[in-house]
């Protein structure tokens, strides 16, 4: 079952790169040929000027394109990995208790985190737009977070390789 709706996945991503790729060549290409003969009468300088704006445009296509992309599979990583806790958590019982507690330690730490988060706006030499504080209050609660995830992450790393000489 899994393993179908993972390839059902994997294919209908698949497929939106295909077509987004199409897309980008039959419709976006033949832009580019009409913006160039467009600018073929201009004197020299207003070409290069020209060329320049027609190679922003093209280069903000393609970021598009790829935010684009990211988003998608972002979004798709996301609901697949909380299907799989959900299928994988009531599989079993005793997978609830511990899904439970997991959540509740991911919990106790955000919220350690957001109420342990300085508000203070830093002052910050050539900055024109500063922060509001609530901006940096949590920008310094998402740090807090992935400071100790990363901690835990070395320390669970550092427990399984000592525990296997134990064994």
């Known amino acids: 079952m899994a393993s179908k709706i993972l390839k059902i996945g994997y294919y209908s991503l698949m497929g939106i790169i295909v077509l987004l790729i199409i897309q980008f060549f039959a419709m976006d290409l033949g832009k580019l040929d009409s ?14 000027y020209a060329t320049s ?24 990583t996301i609901v697949w990995a909380i299907f799989q ?5 009531f599989s079993d019982k005793k997978r609830v208790k511990t899904l439970l507690i997991t959540f509740a330690i991911a919990a106790v730490v955000v ?21 509001t504080p609530a901006t940096c209050k949590l920008i310094e609660a998402g740090l807090f977070i992935t400071y100790v995830v990363g901690l835990f992450t070395i320390v669970t790393l550092v427990y399984g390789e000592i525990s296997k000489i134990w064994k």
């Open 35 to 48: 913006q160039m003969a467009a600018i073929s009468d201009l004197a020299s300088d207003a070409q290069v």
């Open 85 to 89: 806790i959900v299928v994988n958590a």
């Open 111 to 131: 919220v350690a985190a957001y109420f342990g988060a300085s508000a203070t706006v830093p002052h910050v030499l050539g900055l024109d737009e500063l922060p």
């Open 53 to 76: 704006e027609i190679a922003t445009n093209w280069t903000a296509i393609i970021m598009t394109f790829t935010e684009v992309l990211f988003i998608i599979t972002t979004i798709v």
